[in-house]
């Protein structure tokens, strides 16, 4: 790999299969149901940006991916039962990204992605719009070269002017192998789109994290880093991992570690102002294999201190945690689960060490000797309104009778000095951070009751409650209706009140797609956290569904002081044979009211989903008015005319797309 700090391209672009180049921005990983799961499943988040789900990788939860499914590797084919969707000949998909302030004005925007799949169905971006989320105009564009396409994400603060900028990045095809690597990293400037600086790179596997201040300078930097398998572990591992300055892409450190199978932020450890690192690290020594946790200093690369267990002393770590600051200290805090194994008996003693994050000294631990359990460790902010964090521990019982994992029980404790504030019981129960529901400044919960579907070999959520977080008990709770399943997210406070709010989703258990284990929405609801009544629902129509992206992280589109909601509609496209993101609408928190509408078809001014006689007589509007609208401009000549109108028009004629 090479990073050449010298290049400053002025247009660079990415395809949208990010199956190898993640973003993680603004997201963090969570454990909250692990009952479908045998293995040890890894916890992580940034304390100060916390977010959770029930199940994890549902589009709705991360937003990457324009299909109504979760991963676009799979070959998707839908049943005749499905096929209920306007069909459309058109390849066209539309990709949204929040954006943070990008021209200063208080207000939140977006980044929308315009693109098409090929004949491989591979997902191609052609062209970037940077968009006001206050009424969905262009601020500024970037278009794909001829063999290269592009993608962009939200960069965080990286020019020092309080306004959100965003990282550009740039794929092209490599016929030998088929595949599109990452050609190029560019930070632009988010009020203009002018290039602050780039990057090439010549790799074609990368992680991407973005938004945290590694250097202490009040300015966002990023990690990045490229992973290769390791045979020996039967893993991927770090190969090479940079920190780069945010202002100008120069290199703060770089390290090939060459066994690291994951890094991550972990907040300000050391109390320096500068966000630190999480390593963790397996290796195989023949005989015998070793894990180990690293916290790293994120100026530098340097050491704070490490932890190691090693099988052949029966002894084992898992990665380790981010927690926020347990004891008030400053700084960021960590946890650990550490496992004992005892041959005599074919026990697991399971414990959870609390860890100064600076020192990495024990703050207190918490030990699980029940037969068949192991304990497990979720970060849940402050439960009891003292101002420090606080934690959920919850064993993980497995039932012989199916060879499944399940939660019934779930501990809340408070962070400094593991005092139990309660329990919490159920039959198979998930659980996420929800913020403060109902104003009274202490943070609560979201649990959720799952039941086991047979012929899907599927968790589904009969039932969702907010619950206090000082004492558990139930706020509201929300049921499934019918033979449907339901599924919610924190929405963060749409109607402005103070208190955070939450979105319900109604899933079609009809729909349930057995190629992908996904299952569509009927219903989207906005509910109030305080007390679950209903402030607007969005149904799907005939032949379309619905959902709703990065909820939770879309912030506030027109200003009003509430926060907004994304909904994307999927419709039918024939000859892919699967349902593509067609329109996203920008809707009020309070009230359910669209802002605005982008369509991915050419020409749907009225962005329903169809290029029609009225998208062509508003072209001819448009004209008549003498107006740039780039949306109208269907022939790409910098203006719209009748030309464009009568191109509409004969699309609409013939059924065709522009």
């Known amino acids: 790999m090479k990073l050449d700090g010298g290049n400053r391209q002025d247009q660079i672009n990415i395809a949208v299969n990010m199956c190898v180049c993640a973003c993680m921005l603004l997201l963090s990983l969570a454990p909250v149901c692990t009952a479908a799961y045998?293995?040890?499943?890894?916890?992580?988040?940034?304390?100060?940006?916390?977010?959770?789900?029930?199940?994890?990788?549902?589009?709705?939860?991360?937003?990457?991916?324009?299909?109504?499914?979760?991963?676009?590797?799979?070959?998707?084919?839908?049943?005749?039962?499905?096929?209920?969707?306007?069909?459309?000949?058109?390849?066209?998909?539309?990709?949204?990204?929040?954006?943070?302030?990008?021209?200063?004005?208080?207000?939140?925007?977006?980044?929308?992605?315009?693109?098409?799949?090929?004949?491989?169905?591979?997902?191609?971006?052609?062209?970037?719009?940077?968009?006001?989320?206050?009424?969905?105009?262009?601020?500024?564009?970037?278009?794909?070269?001829?063999?290269?396409?592009?993608?962009?994400?939200?960069?965080?603060?990286?020019?020092?002017?309080?306004?959100?900028?965003?990282?550009?990045?740039?794929?092209g095809y490599d016929s030998g192998t088929d595949t599109y690597p990452l050609d190029s990293i560019s930070a632009l400037n988010g009020e203009d789109g002018a290039v602050l600086w780039s990057e090439n790179v010549n790799k074609d596997q990368w992680i991407m994290w973005t938004e945290f201040d590694f250097s202490g300078d009040g300015i966002d930097d990023m990690m990045v880093y490229h992973s290769s398998y390791e045979s020996s572990i039967d893993h991927d591992c770090i190969d090479t991992i940079y920190i780069l300055e945010g202002d100008d892409g120069s290199l703060l450190w770089q390290t090939n570690p060459g066994n690291w199978i994951d890094a991550y932020p972990a907040g300000d450890l050391d109390g320096d102002g500068a966000e630190d690192?999480?390593?963790?690290?397996?290796?195989?020594?023949?005989?015998?294999?070793?894990?180990?946790?690293?916290?790293?200093?994120?100026s530098d690369g340097g050491t704070l201190w490490s932890k190691t267990a090693s099988n052949n002393d029966h002894v084992w770590i898992y990665p380790a945690s981010p927690a926020g600051d347990l004891n008030d200290d400053g700084r960021s805090d960590v946890m650990m689960r550490h496992e004992s194994y005892d041959p005599s008996t074919h026990n697991y003693t399971t414990t959870i060490y609390a860890l100064h994050g600076k020192s990495g000294s024990t703050i207190w631990s918490d030990a699980s000797t029940a037969p068949a359990s192991f304990m497990d460790v979720y970060p849940a902010d402050d439960l009891d309104g003292d101002g420090k964090d606080d934690l959920l521990l919850y064993p993980r019982e497995y039932d012989p009778a199916n060879y499944r994992w399940y939660v019934d029980t779930v501990y809340a404790k408070r962070g400094y000095d593991n005092r139990q504030l309660w329990t919490k019981t159920g039959t198979n129960m998930g659980f996420m951070?929800?913020?403060?529901?109902?104003?009274?400044?202490?943070?609560?919960?979201?649990?959720?009751?799952?039941?086991?579907?047979?012929?899907?070999?599927?968790?589904?959520?009969?039932d969702i409650s907010a619950a206090r977080g000082q004492d558990s008990s139930f706020i509201w709770t929300k049921t499934r209706s019918g033979t449907n399943f339901i599924y919610a997210l924190p929405a963060g406070d749409l109607n402005g009140d103070g208190a955070v709010d939450v979105v319900v989703y109604d899933e079609n258990y009809s729909s349930y797609d057995p190629d992908l284990d996904e299952i569509y929405v009927d219903i989207i609801s906005a509910v109030k956290g305080s007390d679950g009544s209903v402030l607007w629902n969005k149904s799907s129509q005939e032949k379309r569904w619905i959902d709703a992206w990065y909820v939770g992280y879309t912030g506030d589109?027109?200003?009003?002081?509430?926060?907004?909601?994304?909904?994307?509609?999927?419709?039918?496209?024939?000859?892919?044979?699967?349902?593509?993101?067609?329109?996203?609408?920008?809707?009020?928190?309070?009230?359910?009211?669209?802002?605005?509408?982008?369509?991915?078809?050419?020409?749907?001014?009225?962005?329903?989903?169809?290029?029609?006689?009225?998208?062509?007589?508003?072209?001819?509007?448009?004209?008549?008015?003498?107006?740039?609208?780039?949306?109208?401009?269907?022939?790409?000549?910098?203006?719209?005319?009748?030309?464009?109108?009568?191109?509409?028009?004969?699309?609409?004629?013939?059924?065709?797309?522009?």
């Open 38 to 171: 045998t293995d040890i499943a890894e916890s992580r988040q940034n304390s100060d940006r916390p977010t959770a789900h029930f199940l994890g990788g549902a589009s709705r939860d991360i937003g990457k991916n324009v299909y109504a499914q979760n991963n676009s590797k799979y070959n998707i084919k839908l049943s005749e039962a499905k096929v209920l969707s306007l069909s459309t000949s058109s390849s066209a998909f539309v990709q949204p990204e929040p954006a943070g302030d990008l021209n200063g004005d208080g207000t939140d925007d977006l980044l929308i992605g315009f693109g098409s799949y090929n004949a491989s169905m591979n997902l191609l971006l052609d062209e970037i719009d940077a968009v006001s989320g206050d009424d969905g105009s262009v601020l500024w564009s970037r278009k794909h070269d001829e063999n290269r396409w592009i993608y962009a994400i939200r960069a965080g603060n990286l020019g020092g002017d309080g306004m959100d900028d965003v990282l550009l990045l740039t794929r």
């Open 277 to 298: 690192l999480l390593v963790y690290v397996e290796q195989n020594l023949s005989t015998h294999w070793t894990a180990e946790i690293y916290a790293v200093r994120g």
């Open 433 to 462: 951070r929800a913020s403060d529901l109902n104003g009274d400044g202490a943070d609560d919960l979201l649990f959720g009751e799952f039941i086991y579907d047979v012929p899907t070999d599927m968790y589904f959520i009969t």
């Open 557 to 658: 589109f027109d200003g009003d002081g509430a926060d907004d909601v994304l909904v994307c509609t999927y419709i039918y496209n024939s000859p892919g044979d699967r349902y593509i993101l067609t329109i996203i609408s920008a809707v009020r928190g309070d009230d359910g009211r669209i802002l605005w509408s982008k369509s991915a078809l050419r020409g749907d001014l009225d962005s329903d989903g169809n290029i029609s006689y009225t998208d062509a007589m508003l072209a001819l509007q448009i004209a008549v008015s003498g107006e740039y609208e780039p949306a109208a401009d269907v022939s790409n000549d910098g203006y719209v005319t009748s030309l464009d109108a009568l191109m509409i028009l004969h699309a609409a004629v013939e059924g065709t797309g522009i």
